[in-house]
Structure formats: C-alpha cells, structure tokens
C-alpha cells in the first residue's frame, strides 16, 4: 500500500468528522496530493449513485468532489441504510444484499472485514494520500469487538488518527477526555492529535480548558475550527437543528416550504439549494400543527414507503395535507421518489419488500400506482421539465416501478441514463400542475429549473418573478473551508502525523 493514510473519528455522531475530511482531502489535494476519502462503512439515508451504478453515501461523494476525483463504491464499500428501529438494508460494494435486523448484520459483519480492506487497499495503490472517515465513536464498548470502521480498520492502514469534539454541544472537555478513558493504552496511542470543532467566541477564554486538556491526556490539540454559516458545504447525515425554525412571525416575500420529517426520511440533501434561496424559507415539520399556510409542501423520500405512509396516516398528517390542498387552490404538493409514490392511488408489495402487506392505498392525488420490485434501480440521469423544456441532471434510487393512469401527465423527459443515450417519460402532474411527483433526486440543483419552480409559485401570490442567480460554486466553497481549517489548525504538526504514521 503506497499511499499515506490519516483518518479521523469523532467523540460522537454529528461532530463535523465528515467536513473536517472534506477539508482535508481539499487542503492535500492543493498541497500537490493525489488524495481520496474512504469510510469502510457508513450509516446514513443520504446516499448517492456512482457513475458505474453503485450505491455509497452521500458524504464520501461530497469529500470526493473535494479531491477532484469520481466517486467509486470503494470510498465506501459498505452502506447501512436504516429501515427500521431494529434493521437495515445492507449495501455492499454498492449493490443491496438484503434487509438484516441488528443482530444479525453483527454476526455477519465479519464477512465484510476483507472487503473494506480490499476497498482500501486499491484506493491506497491509486492514490498518495487517503483521508479516513470513523463512524459514531471509537469508544462505543458494545460495537468494538466487531469495529471495521474506527481504530481495528485504521490499525490495518497505519492510519494515525485525529479525534474531534464539538464544542458548540457543550461538555466537550468530558466527552474527549472520556472517549480517551474508554480506549485501551494501545489504542489511545493511536490518537495523534485532537480538533475542537464548531467553536464561537472568544478563543483566548478556550486556553485554559486547552491547556488542562492537553496536560491530562498527553495529546496535543491541533487546533479550533470556528462555528462558521457563509460556506455551503453538506452537513452530515443529519438535518440541521435550524431547520426547524418556526414560520409564523413576518409575510416578507418568502415562500414558505414545508418539508415532512418522515421517521424514515432519506436524500434530504435534494433541499440544501433551496433553502439557501433569498427567497424561500424552508422548515422540517414533525406534526400535522406546524402546517401553517405553506406555498408548498414536499413529501421527501424514505427508505421505508409503507411504513412511512402509515404514519402519515396514523399521525393526521395525512388528513391535514388533504384538507390545505382541497382549501387552498394556491398551495402545491410535491413528492419526491418515496413521497412520489405515496400521492398515488396505491402502492403493490407482492415480494414483502417493505411489510407483510400486500398492498396500501395512497393518498389519491395522482392517477399513478407503484409496484415493489425486487431489483433496485441506481441510475444517473438527465432530463428536461417536459412543460419548460429547461435540462437538469440527477440520480434515481429506488425499489418501485410507477405506471401513469387517467388524466396525469408525466414530470420530466429522460435523455441520458448512465451516460447512454435513451428517451423515456417520467414523474407524475396532475391537471392543475398543483401535485407532481418524480424519482429524481437533485431536481433543484439545477439553477434554471429551481428559479422557474420557485417563481411558479411566486406568481400564484402574485409576486413579480425574481432573476437566475449566478450558480453556487462547490470548488470556491471547498476552498473556503480548507482556508478556514487551514488558518484554525497547527498545519505542521499534522504533517508530520500524516508523515510519520502510526508507530
């Protein structure tokens, strides 16, 4: 294995490891480095497809973007995605192997252990360096003896590891020190440095509590990463806190966007653009309540359709979107891939995909049906709104195949699917354009496209339409973050981690 290794692990889930490897394959790549990411395995419902149709993670795609390279299956060869409280498909080299209940992908993870290190042995022969992501913490005592994420798979690589704690959640002084006091002696000599992440204030008040920290574990802080807001980098697999601001106070010209937070919800990344219009203020809603006089609600994807769509049910969710649609002829309803699939009239599982049942009735706002199909599509796709004409790329993952009746028209016109040409109709409207449902996922990515939705809606209240505004730039945003990580920590000393290795 050629290339220099360095992975990074985190006091706990949501500490920022994956923007900190974000920033650290950019900051090596403008070093001169050929650098990759590699998280062996990664449990999240953010996911994205590759170009040879494989399945990992949205974040390895992200830190992969960041190191101006495609991303493969071997960034992140295995990829739980969550289906329930006690189980989870398991994805494997980018490709579903089946649904296992806990206790289950615990017995049979010891079969995954060749695998990742396969994965990690081509991208260590292709590359000079290669920035390691852990997963939760390393110190969780019930998953360590079966770890082949954290330190067991940074002890095949040689990988010195850098420990970060988010300060801006408070007690982050106990919560390192007491992941520290939970490893063996030999794997606290693993921890070559330590980051202090999402810091706000003053740094000199952080001195002190930097100073005791490093006199009682031995280990130097590397440096603290400021709380920062003006760069647009996705965040980890979980929906910001702010998110779930409230909309009542102020009519100051902005849509309001109303998004379901499904107990299942997955690829919420597909809003991350929109909510960062002038424009729009976008919400997570967890009850029926908070549907307060929306200009639209979006019905996001899940990895659970069935489930997902029974509590819709069970929690008045259902009644209440019902009862805004009917009411208010103004208001727009969207479905996206999962959400797509419960606005029609049913969806079929004869292969009890999802649940014993045999099928579910929808919500009966499109005149389309779903079927549950063994086989999972992965494809990257692009297309065009068959009503503007205006292109746009993105990604398909799903189980179902949904046929269009009665009196809808489809969404889009698929051109290009894994880069072959091809020509078919997909998604769903309804006569009045108000309900529209698609399997794409990154639909407003695209500027044209999400500027003319959006002043769709705006034209409704009668507000005058707003302008294409200049693309967001994903490579000035990774080098604001690698500035801003590069300024924050002692640059030095973690190149001679890197350098130096695990001894």
């Known amino acids: 294995m050629k290339a220099k290794t360095l992975q990074v692990c985190g006091t706990g889930s949501g500490v920022g490891k994956s923007v900190i490897v974000s920033a650290l394959c950019r900051i090596f790549l403008q070093e001169g480095y050929r650098v990759a990411p590699f998280k062996a395995q990664n449990m999240a419902l953010n996911s994205f497809v590759t170009r040879a149709q494989g399945e990992i993670g949205r974040a390895q795609a992200t830190q992969a973007q960041a190191c101006h390279i ?17 189980g989870a498909q398991v994805i494997v080299l980018g490709k579903p192997i089946g649904n296992m209940h806990a206790l289950r992908y615990t017995k049979y993870k010891s079969r995954l252990l060749g695998v990742v290190r396969s994965s990690f042995r081509r991208l260590a022969d292709g590359y000079e360096v290669v920035v390691m992501e852990g997963a939760g913490s390393p110190a969780e005592i019930n998953l360590k003896s079966h770890d082949i994420v954290n330190l067991k798979m940074a002890a095949f690589a040689r990988a010195p590891v850098i420990l970060v ?20 002696p030999k794997e606290r000599r693993m921890i070559k440095g330590i980051i202090i992440n999402k810091f706000r204030g003053d740094i000199t008040l952080l001195k002190p509590g930097i100073d005791f920290l490093e006199r009682r574990t031995g280990i130097k802080v590397l440096g603290v990463i400021p709380y920062y807001k003006n760069i647009k980098i996705p965040e980890e697999d979980a929906v910001p806190l702010d998110s779930f601001k409230d909309s009542s106070s102020g009519r100051d010209h902005k849509l309001n966007i109303d ?16 909510e960062k219009e002038p424009d729009v ?23 659970n359709t069935i489930s997902d769509l029974r509590y819709l049910m069970k929690s008045g969710f259902m009644s209440r979107i019902l009862s805004i649609i009917n009411s208010d002829k103004k208001v727009s309803l969207l479905g996206i891939c999962g959400g797509y699939q419960m606005l029609g009239k049913q969806i079929l599982d004869k292969y009890g995909l999802e649940s014993r049942r045999k099928q579910i009735q929808g919500m009966n706002l499109l005149s389309v049906e779903t ?3 063994t086989d999972k599509i992965l494809t990257q796709v692009e ?3 068959i009503n503007s ?36 109709r997909e998604g769903a409207v309804s006569s009045d354009r108000r309900i529209l449902g698609t399997y794409i996922h990154g639909i407003f990515d695209s500027n044209p496209f999400r500027r003319n939705f959006l002043n769709g809606l705006r034209r409704k209240k009668g507000w005058p339409a707003l302008p294409v505004k200049e693309s967001l730039n994903p490579d000035k945003e990774f080098d604001k973050l ?22």
């Open 389 to 424: 004409g205006l292109r746009l790329s993105g990604y398909e993952i799903h189980h179902g195949l949904t046929r269009i009746f009665g009196k809808c028209k489809p969404f889009f016109e698929v051109f290009e699917c894994n880069g072959k040409k091809i020509k078919y």
């Open 371 to 373: 079927s549950l199909m």
């Open 165 to 184: 704690g988010d300060i801006d959640k408070g007690g982050v002084f106990a919560w390192i020190i007491g992941t520290l006091e939970l490893l063996t």
């Open 281 to 303: 203020r976008l919400r997570y809603v967890k009850s029926p309540e908070e549907l307060n006089k929306p200009d639209m609600i979006i019905i996001p994807g899940t990895k």
């Open 383 to 385: 297309a065009k709104e």
């Open 259 to 274: 998004v379901l937070y499904l107990p299942h919800i997955s690829n919420f990344t597909d809003f991350d653009t929109l």
């Open 70 to 86: 495609e991303p493969t299956v071997d960034m992140n060869p295995v990829l739980i995605k969550p289906t329930s409280d006690v």
């Open 482 to 503: 690698a500035e801003l990580v590069r300024e924050s920590i002692n640059m030095g000393l973690l190149r001679k981690i890197l350098i130096g290795g695990l001894k």
